[in-house]
């Protein structure tokens, strides 16, 4: 991938030098920007008036994904050491004789 603000300053210094003026030039970039961020926008379907909504409906789905991926792996430890904790105490119960004779 090609270094876009090198090549940028590369061509704005190119056409300085030709003699076009600068206060053009960055109002001629701030607009080619502006077009291609709605063009981007609309080929991802977010150019209409519901797309702030839909990408706030997407963001609040995305946290409570990782909200319940997080509470499945915390539930997963809790188990497993529950898990353990009683295999310990099963162990410990057999090695003193208080159960399996």
Do not use: C, F, P, Y
């Not at 190119?14 to 001629?28: K, Y």
């Not at 709605?38 to 609040?60: P, V, W, Y």
């Not at 509470?71 to 898990?83: G, P, Y």
Request: net charge positive; aromatic share 4%; charged share 30%.
């Amino acid at each position: 991938m090609t270094d876009h603000n090198a090549t940028l300053a590369l061509l704005l210094a190119q056409a300085e030098r030709q003699g076009a003026d600068m206060v053009t030039l960055r109002a001629l970039i701030e607009e080619a920007s502006g077009a291609g961020a709605e063009r981007a926008l609309a080929a991802l379907g977010l150019k209409d008036e519901h797309a702030r909504r839909d990408m706030d409906d997407l963001r609040e789905l995305l946290r409570a994904w990782r909200d319940a991926k997080r509470s499945a792996w915390k539930a997963i430890v809790a188990w497993t050491v529950r898990i353990l904790l009683a295999l310990l105490v099963a162990g410990m119960a057999v090695k003193m004789g208080w159960i399996g004779r």
